[in-house]
């Protein structure tokens, strides 16, 4: 009876021998950690457990009893799954059933235990271990990129101020890691803009701005999580350029431009006072109305003779016919003039007197360019109409009948006759040059006529 015990006992511990009697026996159930954590990175399916799964039992090495068979898994929404790679070593391992979303869910918890082979190749009496905790972390994968929360910002800016931060941007981004969804970094695109932006999308002015230089200002910026991803789109960022309030009169322009002769004209229509939301006690304007001459206009009341010729473009070494009386030049001493100084003298002229310039002041023989500049204000004709005014004459030195060159008005026109071969005495061929001159016919006209024009 005592040999029979043994017996039994050698068969138990060596199973190969005697296979059906170890096969009816299933004495201990497999054993495992009490927990795992395991780290999966998501959308792929292998999770990385720690400890390894590997689940042992005390029946190795007989067959069914000592192997394992399975893994099993408890929570139905688990995703994962586990399957026993080897039955004799007790390894196995744990995968998802499909993609996992860290944006979706970031952890998962749920029961694992491990059942051994049974008794018998049918699987009957088998064991099961004890529940074990799995803990699974999803690793975040960078798939997105930051993104605005506007599509447009907007911020205004008074001219001439530094800013701390003009306006702040923001961009948010999906993932589910810190990593890869904080924002790290901004940066503005556009090249050459007086503005930065710091980390935290502070958009700031680098140098004061001015409202005359630009008005609008649009920058392009982007964002980067800290996985250094770029946002795909950048976003547009408007900053308007306000004027500092200036108080006074605003809405006019210093200079008006009026044509004579077109009726009364409002000469600040538009005109308001601008107090920058200050107190006002009183208001008290003055007007100063000065005839600022135009441009670069022959004015004869404000320059000089000879800053006059050179604004009618006269050509240097003109030869003034009509100079200030000196004791060389006396032969206007006897004209009539207003109370200008010396050279801005002007000389009335009734037709009745004239000057006698003398021979050696006057050219005799005009050359083939020539300018003739002259300045009038031309009254109201005292003889008939047809009488001819004359402005200048050159003629014979004995009866004075023939004109070598003469300037005149005569009815409407502006009239110059040259003589260019006045020496050959038997030749008349003058040529005579007409200007049909609104200012001629206008009796308070100004007169200006340069002696460039085509014979007619
Ligand atoms: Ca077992
Ligand atoms: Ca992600
Ligand atoms: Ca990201």
Redesign the pocket.
Known sequence: MKMCVITAMLFLVLPGQCGILAGKVNKHKPWIETSYHGVIIENMDTVMLDPPLVALDKDAPVPYAGEICAFKIHGLEAPFEAEVLNRTSGEGVLRARGPIDCEQQKEYTFIIQAYDCGATPSGANWKKSHKAVVHIQVDDV?E??PVFREPLYHATVTEGKIYDSILQVEAW?Q?CSPQ??QICNYEIVTQDTPFAIDRNGNIRNTERLSYDKQQHYKIMVTAY?C?Q?RAMESVSVHIDVKPVCKPGWQGWNKRVDYEPGTGSKQLFSKMHLETCDGPLSSVRAMVELQTSHIGKGCDRETYSEKSLQKLCGAASGSTDLLPAPSASTNWTASLLTDNGRDSDLIFRFDGRQAANIPEWVVPQNLTDQFTIATWMKHGPSPGLRAEKETLLCNSDKTEMNRHHYSLYVHNCRLVFLLRRDFIQLDSFRPAEFHWRLEQVRSPRGTLLAKGNGEPR
């Open positions: 960078n997105f990129s981004d993932d890869y969804s999580d996985g991803k």
